[in-house]
């Protein structure tokens, strides 16, 4: 299964290039193998509360997943990004990530937002 759990990381230049690294080549094996993958990052840190280290990351896999997503569109794979906040369960953030690399029914280059953070908010 194709899944890129991102880490936390500090501000520091090679933290942040390993991690994208990282995503880069979970994201490069399942485009070569011509399945879905999903990267998995923290809602905050799509918006930039936990540091411009983790900011980089989150918002580098997003742009990555929307980018492979217009390839795997015409191959039949899908890339996506699964958001979750403090109070997401574990479990599920691991079963939706499971779910959306399997089959995520033609969704593809979107954030899917677990946890309720977010609602009510206007998000950048």
Not at 31 to 49: I, N, P, R, T, W
Not at 107 to 122: D, F, N, P, Q, Y
């Amino acid at each position: 299964m194709n899944i890129h759990r991102a880490l936390p990381v500090g501000d520091g230049w090679e933290e942040v290039r390993a991690e994208l690294t990282r995503g880069f080549e979970t994201a490069r094996a399942a485009a070569q193998a011509e399945e879905s993958f999903v990267f998995v990052v923290h809602h905050d840190d799509l918006l930039g509360k936990r540091g411009a280290g983790s900011a980089m990351v989150a918002t580098g896999l997003l742009s990555a997943a929307r980018t492979a997503a217009l390839e795997g569109v015409r191959k039949g794979w899908t890339a996506n990004v699964l958001a979750y906040d403090d109070e997401s369960d574990p479990e599920i953030v691991s079963g939706w990530a499971e779910r959306l690399a399997v089959d995520s029914f033609g969704v593809t280059g979107e954030i899917i937002r677990l946890g309720s953070r977010h609602l009510g908010k206007a998000l950048p």
